[in-house]
């Protein structure tokens, strides 16, 4: 309670001192998953859906507290700047948050990993997720590679590891689908291939944990998703970090090889507002009750002590 009552102290504080006396050109940018009111078990597992109503409010509020910007306007001088992202291709936010949008004429983003799009199949975390919980093969093969079982387990699989258990043991593939929830198809990208308010980003070709990935894993699947999404005319070349906390899911090795691609901008999703240089930026995930305190604002300076921005 405390701890809560502090956030919101510190969040109004960085909110206002925001609002009447930042002189410098800023930008927020927000992260939404799924947009439903009927969420997946892995949706509701790891928080990362808002229901069409709170998705609402929250839409209103920024529109009301920032200039949304489209991706091509990210080095423009407006201020108080603001970008809506979505990662991983849901399809209510396609659905539900890209018509909702539209009619405040506000431009979004999507993030997307094409495998799933183009396999029909479920991304790789939502598929090595739902096997730790519901596979006893599968975690009987977790420990034979002297992998501990733990909570976020699917961090230190590989697509080596994964392949030599897929050469042994069959999936599940339709109930994998339903754990995670329906993304969006081809036909769906598609259908909003002409929309000038909708672009797509490379989120690489599958949900890895990039830290895990060896260089030539990187390439592969920076290059494979990029050639995928580049026959879509509303790619626009800018890529997000799968997972996206610095550490945990990329360090500075991983940075500067995916800096040598030059895309326009890396986006990873740390959780704070702050923007680390001309191309690189942090997002912010919010519930509305964190904007409607302004509790997200707390997280405006969250830094990383780590070398791998500054070093």
């Given at each position: 309670?405390l701890?809560?009552?502090?956030?919101?102290?510190?969040?109004?504080i960085?909110y206002?001192?925001?609002?009447?006396?930042?002189?410098?050109?800023?930008?927020?940018?927000?992260?939404?998953?799924?947009?439903?009111?009927k969420p997946?078990?892995f949706?509701?597992?790891?928080?990362?859906?808002?229901?069409?109503?709170?998705?609402?409010?929250?839409i209103?509020?920024?529109?009301?507290?920032?200039n949304?910007i489209?991706?091509?306007?990210?080095?423009?001088?407006?201020?108080f700047?603001?970008?809506?992202?979505?990662?991983?291709?849901?399809?209510?936010?396609?659905?539900?948050?890209?018509?909702?949008?539209?009619?405040?004429?506000?431009?979004?983003?999507?993030?997307?990993?094409?495998?799933?799009?183009?396999?029909?199949?479920?991304?790789?975390?939502?598929t090595?997720?739902?096997?730790c919980?519901?596979?006893?093969?599968?975690?009987?093969?977790?420990?034979?590679?002297?992998?501990?079982?733990?909570?976020?387990?699917?961090y230190?699989l590989?697509?080596?590891?994964?392949?030599?258990f897929?050469?042994?043991?069959k999936?599940?593939?339709?109930?994998i689908?339903?754990?995670?929830?329906?993304?969006v198809?081809?036909?769906?990208?598609?259908?909003?291939?002409?929309?000038?308010?909708?672009?797509?980003?490379?989120?690489?070709?599958?949900?890895?944990?990039?830290?895990?990935?060896?260089?030539?894993?990187?390439e592969?699947?920076?290059?494979?998703?990029?050639?995928?999404?580049?026959?879509?005319?509303?790619?626009?070349?800018i890529?997000?970090?799968t997972?996206?906390?610095p550490?945990i899911?990329?360090?500075?090795?991983?940075?500067?090889?995916?800096?040598?691609?030059?895309?326009?901008?890396?986006f990873?999703?740390?959780?704070?507002?702050?923007?680390?240089?001309e191309?690189?930026?942090d997002?912010?995930?919010t519930?509305?009750?964190?904007?409607?305190?302004?509790?997200?604002?707390f997280?405006k300076?969250?830094?990383?002590?780590?070398?791998?921005?500054?070093?």
């Amino acid at each position: 309670m405390l701890k809560n009552t502090i956030k919101k102290i510190l969040g109004n504080i960085h909110y206002y001192s925001f609002k009447y006396f930042n002189k410098k050109e800023t930008l927020t940018i927000f992260l939404f998953h799924e947009i439903t009111n009927k969420p997946s078990e892995f949706q509701k597992k790891y928080k990362i859906y808002h229901s069409i109503s709170e998705f609402e409010k929250i839409i209103k509020w920024i529109n009301k507290n920032y200039n949304i910007i489209s991706p091509n306007e990210i080095k423009s001088n407006k201020k108080f700047k603001a970008l809506i992202t979505f990662d991983d291709g849901y399809l209510g936010s396609f659905n539900n948050g890209i018509p909702l949008l539209e009619s405040f004429n506000i431009p979004s983003i999507h993030f997307l990993n094409y495998r799933p799009i183009e396999k029909y199949e479920a991304n790789i975390v939502s598929t090595i997720d739902y096997l730790c919980n519901y596979d006893e093969n599968f975690k009987d093969f977790f420990i034979k590679q002297n992998i501990k079982f733990e909570k976020f387990n699917f961090y230190d699989l590989t697509p080596k590891i994964f392949k030599n258990f897929l050469c042994n043991y069959k999936i599940p593939i339709a109930q994998i689908k339903e754990y995670q929830g329906k993304i969006v198809d081809t036909e769906g990208l598609i259908k909003q291939k002409d929309n000038k308010l909708v672009f797509f980003g490379n989120h690489f070709y599958d949900h890895w944990n990039i830290l895990n990935l060896d260089k030539n894993e990187i390439e592969n699947y920076y290059f494979k998703n990029k050639m995928k999404l580049e026959k879509y005319k509303n790619y626009i070349d800018i890529v997000s970090f799968t997972h996206g906390v610095p550490n945990i899911n990329f360090n500075k090795n991983n940075l500067n090889q995916i800096i040598s691609y030059n895309p326009l901008f890396i986006f990873f999703s740390g959780g704070g507002i702050a923007q680390y240089n001309e191309s690189i930026f942090d997002r912010t995930f919010t519930t509305y009750n964190e904007i409607e305190n302004k509790i997200f604002y707390f997280r405006k300076n969250k830094k990383y002590n780590s070398n791998i921005f500054y070093g």
